[in-house]
């Protein structure tokens, strides 16, 4: 069974700075991963997602990330933050499982404040 | 944004009551899936399914059932609610397949729950 693990709980930048939010999966193949986001009180929105291919995918507000197979990692990467981007960051994986069921296993969640 | 509704928007029930909530689709998707989302555990599988009268169950099952007739409605039932089931309640869809892998799970705005 796939799972997924973000090794921070909770991270604040500076507005302006960088950011690097963490990934790690398990699974026995290639996975799909996808990178969400939660704003208070909202549904999750898709980031971005990586299937196959290029390994650095683009996604939406300026998000980027990088499959790595040999760590089995996916961060989230922004270079520069914006205070709008404090939010809850849920990485994802899915995966086929016992034929055609296919599943979404998402990590815990990191939480991100934005300093002014 | 995806055609999702999720029905209550809020709901307060009293311990041993059963509870239904209902997701609708507009999508035609054949994928369904209900989440439980808690602080300090993210998004947790209950159970989904991968089309008409056919369902399994995700990592955290117990005490709910779920049902679906028709394409566009999922239901979920807790068959007798306990304070355990307070949460707030995710439907997501999603169409994904050997042929389709650009389908990731889209959200609705969520069910509060809260059991007393």
């Known amino acids: 069974a796939q799972s997924v693990t973000q090794p921070d709980i909770h991270i604040t930048v500076s507005e302006g700075a960088s950011l690097e939010l963490r990934c790690n999966y398990s699974y026995g193949a290639t996975p799909y991963l996808f990178w969400y986001v939660q704003s208070p009180g909202q549904g999750l929105q898709l980031l971005l997602k990586y299937f196959s291919g290029d390994t650095l995918v683009q996604g939406i507000k300026g998000f980027e990330a990088e499959f790595k197979r040999s760590q089995s990692s996916f961060n989230l990467r922004k270079p520069s933050v914006h205070w709008s981007d404090a939010a809850e960051y849920f990485c994802a994986v899915g995966a086929f499982s016992g034929g055609s069921n296919y599943k979404l296993t998402f990590g815990k969640g990191t939480l991100l404040t934005v300093n002014p | ?116």
């Not at chain 2, 029905?7 to 239904?20: A, L, N, Y």
């Not at chain 2, 997701?23 to 989440?35: G, K």
């Not at chain 2, 555990?41 to 159970?47: E, F």
């Open chain 2, 1 to 116: 944004d995806a055609g999702i509704t999720q029905s209550p928007r809020h709901k307060v029930t009293e311990t041993g009551t059963p509870v239904t909530l209902r997701c609708h689709q507009t999508e035609n998707h054949r994928y369904m899936y209900w989440y439980r989302q808690d602080p300090g555990h993210g998004l947790r599988l209950i159970h989904y399914s991968y089309g008409v009268k056919d369902t399994d169950k995700g990592e955290v099952s117990d005490g709910y059932s779920v049902s679906r007739s028709k394409t566009e409605d999922f239901l979920l039932t807790l068959e007798s609610a306990t304070s355990s089931q307070t949460s707030v309640y995710f439907c997501a869809i999603s169409e994904p397949g050997w042929g389709s892998y650009n389908s990731p799970l889209h959200f609705g705005n969520g069910t509060r729950l809260t059991v007393t």
